[in-house]
């Protein structure tokens, strides 16, 4: 089988395709050839040693796939050679075969295509759960989304439609402010050509906002943190503009809000009952069409470097997918 490998820790140009023997599945784990696997910012650091789990060289990125059950390992009773599958691998999808963990993978919905399922489980489930168990955002509260036209940002934006919240979107040009808007978005900031803290301001009245999602972090956290209403609730998501803001906790105490921490990936192993009802709601809102994601472009393996680079440049609206069939 073809595979997207690390080989030594560095940019998205130093990964090479090489061909490996077809994996074996232990207790508890099948082996799914791979159909699509989506492409995410987590990628971009575990290939340079800076995420959370740095696995042995050589290895594949890629924490989300989805395609079809090739082979089951002792234990597994849920799925079966031939079944359409989602699984959550942390590490390993840019293959044309990957292991996975019976238990972090669930059946692909009727009517759902390859690269839609793979763009799914990492955005919605990071951003259903900051929105649903962090933040408990209820209806007719106010949420601000920044980086909104990314993958999880654009799905945290669908997702606070879906739980009636009124959504901000902010992003860097007009163009990915267009996509917002066409997921539904309320209102809109142009943070590269506007004061993201005067527009918080207008657009509430000078109340604030309830709920802030930020997977960006850098320049623009602060602002935010400071345009958030009395008792809000400040998500920290990510860092996709490369700096880890320091932020004055003077302002938490003067706004009575909160700073919570959303790890979707933790969340999993640690409440795997819970994720696996959230999961089930999710797939219940795609089914309903309250949710549409968005993929904006596919590569083949060959263009994993070229897929990660239009990530780290912040080219990707949505989410970008790689695919195993011309």
Not at 38 to 63: A, C, H, R, W
Not at 72 to 81: A, D, I, L, N
Request: proline share 7%; charged share 20%.
């Amino acid at each position: 089988m073809r595979a997207v490998l690390c080989k030594q820790f560095g940019p998205p140009s130093s990964l090479v395709v090489e061909d490996l023997p077809s994996p074996v599945a232990g207790p508890g784990r099948l082996v799914v050839s791979v159909k699509a696997c989506g492409v995410n910012f987590p990628d971009t650091l575990i290939i340079q040693g800076q995420y959370q789990f740095k696995p042995e060289l050589p290895f594949s990125p890629g924490g989300e796939v989805a395609g079809i059950v090739k082979a089951v390992g002792e234990g597994v009773t849920r799925f079966k050679p031939g079944d359409r599958v989602i699984a959550a691998t942390t590490w390993g999808g840019y293959a044309e075969e990957v292991v996975a963990e019976a238990a972090r993978t669930l059946p692909m919905p009727d009517g759902m295509d390859f690269a839609t399922a793979a763009a799914f489980t990492l955005t919605y489930g990071t951003s259903h759960h900051a929105l649903k168990d962090r933040a408990v955002l209820q209806p007719g509260e106010t949420l601000l989304v920044l980086g909104a036209a990314g993958g999880v940002g654009l799905a945290a934006v669908e997702l606070g439609k879906a739980m009636g919240a009124r959504v901000i979107a902010a992003a860097s040009s007009p163009a990915k402010l267009a996509v917002c808007r066409d997921h539904g978005a309320d209102e809109l900031i142009d943070y590269a050509a506007e004061d993201l803290r005067e527009r918080i301001k207008a657009l509430t009245g000078g109340r604030g906002v309830d709920v802030v999602y930020d997977p960006v972090g850098g320049d623009y956290s602060e602002p935010a943190l400071r345009g958030m209403a009395w008792r809000g609730r400040f998500l920290v998501v990510g860092f996709a503009a490369g700096r880890i803001p320091s932020l004055p906790l003077n302002l938490p105490l003067l706004k009575g809000c909160a700073v919570l921490g959303v790890f979707w990936g933790a969340f999993t192993r640690n409440e795997p009952e819970l994720n696996a009802a959230n999961l089930r709601e999710l797939m219940q809102w795609v089914g309903d069409g309250r949710l549409r994601p968005h993929v904006s472009a596919r590569y083949p393996l060959e263009r994993a470097a070229d897929a990660l680079d239009d990530l780290v440049q912040r080219r990707v609206h949505g989410k970008v997918v790689l695919t195993t069939e011309d």
